[in-house]
Nanobody, 115 residues
Framework: QVQLVESGGGLVQPGGSLRLSCAAS????????MAWYRQAPGKQRELVAG???????NYADSVKGRFTISRDNAKKVVYLQTNSLKPEDTAVYYC?????????WGQGTQVTVSS
């Protein structure tokens, strides 16, 4: 049974921070590329950050310098540290695991940035 379970979302003021977590089960975690996507109301889902099994990262230009993706292969968890949050970051954030054969998605966690 493959599961990706996100947590850590919530309501924060502009300039605030949240750490999102995605706990994986049922996969050989270190063999999967992990990523965070987000989808704002009325917009397409977009890649926020990705990380390979070896720790190489990539980020959307809109979050570079503010967000950090990391993973703990022993705990089978991927994190997204979000700093200096802006209202434009408001979205449902989704965890994704992918290898050459399979792609899995979490259920999403809501991040709302509002004053």
């Amino acid at each position: 049974q493959v599961q990706l379970v996100e947590s850590g979302g919530g309501l924060v003021q502009p300039g605030g921070s949240l750490r999102l977590s995605c706990a994986a089960s049922g996969i050989t975690f270190s063999m999967y590329h992990m990523a965070w996507y987000r989808q704002a109301p009325g917009k397409q889902r977009e890649l926020v950050a990705g990380i390979t099994g070896q720790g190489s990262t990539n980020y959307a230009d809109s979050v570079k310098g503010r967000f950090t993706i990391s993973r703990d292969n022993a705990k089978k968890v991927v994190y997204l540290q979000t700093n200096s949050l802006k209202p434009e970051d408001t979205a449902v954030y989704y965890c994704r695991a992918a290898n050459y054969d399979y792609t899995y998605w979490g259920q999403g966690t809501q991040v709302t940035v509002s004053s």
